[in-house]
């Protein structure tokens, strides 16, 4: 037998045997597989080489990032045809620092695919602040560390100031001003999304340039005041700047008070503190939107905590694309679209993902820690549909037909969504 002379040995059986369980099944599973997914139409995947030349990669790499995506460099062989990139990161994306902070930005500029959300890492030092602004997106953010106190007021003239810790959510809807701050020792980091994936952190509304910007007289027409009053102001804008402890929180809730009270909604919620919605062997999800965060009026989230050996069951989004944000662990994830199309990605601390909306996808947690992630969607409400809810509750026999299985492994299958399995 030559080299380039490998026989087929049944791609499909070998497909089979690969993702059996060797201890239980052994090299019988490969000998009695009839015939599982479509590796060889098209040809895809390495098991479908027959040349032993045609696996070789001797061109130039860069190993320490080919081998964060596994996936990308040895595609399953369900995979097929292609789509979209539909992973990005904070963790090659530029920071800008200033005195006080940084922020870093993924929007689509930098993320294609990514039409509904743009994300923001940022961080605040010790009494750092982000300056007095506002947004023509909604703001919606989650703590990732520390704690922070954020400043708004609403349309009516209503004001909130509050600290926020980790696991704390906050959602400022567009063109309400806000400010914040870091407190404590160490500040605050968090993640920030706008609805509108070309949206800027670095290009906003800012307190200082309107200022510098405003002829003197008009200045003090506004405010009363001589127009020298503001020979001092910034020239140039703040952004993040670093600013002085606030002092207590009570302090300044009195300062800002208001005749026209506070707002009926707080502009805060506490995610991290929310029982879950569902709860498995394999993990749970807690989620946030506007029939629980009342506020929260185009943005609705999901925090998922995958167990080691867990998975993010197969399921999709009808109403809205998902963005995710990766916060702890590694995944694999295979988003499926028509075509077929189904393309298989990794997935680590400070990566972002995209599924378009109506596409089924699953995450699983490759790692051996929780796997922690942000499902966001650009909707007042969180909506999902699971694939095993939907063949546990059609009539058992068109289902059988369809994917010709038994009534015992059909009854076999997780009733009732359980969002994470092991059930």
């Known amino acids: 037998m030559t080299e380039d002379a490998i026989p087929d040995l049944s791609r499909r059986k070998i497909l089979v045997g690969a993702v059996a369980s060797a201890a239980a099944v052994g090299a019988v599973a490969t000998a009695r597989a009839a015939s599982f997914g479509n590796p060889d139409s098209p040809a895809e995947g390495r098991i479908n080489a027959r040349s032993r030349t045609s696996l070789d990669d001797p061109g130039p790499k860069n190993p320490a990032l080919a081998g964060q995506f596994p996936s990308f460099q040895d595609p399953p062989a369900t995979d097929i045809n292609g789509m979209p990139l539909f992973w990005a990161s904070f963790n090659n994306a530029h920071k800008r620092y200033q005195n006080g902070g940084w922020a870093r930005e993924v929007t689509q500029d930098d993320f294609a695919i990514s039409q509904d959300i743009a994300g923001v890492n940022m961080r605040l030092a010790q009494n750092g602040i982000r300056e007095m602004h506002w947004h023509q997106q909604a703001e919606w953010a989650i703590m990732l560390d520390g704690k922070c106190r954020i400043t708004v007021l609403d349309e009516q003239g209503r004001p909130q100031v509050a600290d926020v810790k980790t696991g704390d959510l906050w959602y400022f809807p567009a063109g309400l001003p806000h400010s914040l701050q870091g407190l404590g020792a160490t500040g605050a980091e968090f993640l920030l999304a706008f609805d509108n994936g070309k949206a800027s952190e670095f290009n906003t509304l800012l307190l200082s340039d309107w200022i510098a910007h405003t002829p003197p007289d008009v200045l003090a027409a506004n405010f009363g005041v ?20 606030p002092g207590p929180l009570a302090a300044d809730q009195r300062a800002v008070q208001s005749a026209r009270g506070a707002p009926p909604q707080p502009f805060i919620f506490s995610l991290s503190d929310l029982p879950p919605t569902r709860q498995t062997k394999g993990g749970f999800v807690q989620i946030a939107d506007s029939r629980n965060f009342k506020t929260s009026t185009t943005v609705a989230a999901a925090l998922v905590t995958v167990k080691p050996g867990g998975l ?15 916060i702890k662990g590694q995944a694999r994830m295979t988003v499926f679209d028509t075509g077929p199309k189904a393309t298989t990605g990794d997935f680590r601390a400070g990566d972002i993902g995209y599924v378009k909306k109506s596409l089924g996808h699953y995450v699983q947690n490759t790692g051996g820690t929780d796997l922690v992630f942000l499902e966001l969607f650009k909707s007042d409400h969180y909506a999902e549909v699971s694939l095993s809810d939907w063949l546990s509750h059609s009539p058992p026999q068109l289902v059988m037909e369809h994917l010709n299985i038994s009534r015992e492994t059909l009854a076999r299958f997780p009733k009732n969504r359980p969002d994470v399995v092991p059930v």
């Open 226 to 245: 001589p127009s020298d009053a503001f020979k001092d102001i910034p020239l140039d804008n703040l952004w993040i700047f670093q600013g002085q402890d």
């Open 312 to 326: 993010r069951e197969l399921h999709w989004h009808p109403n809205a694309d998902e963005w995710q944000y990766y």
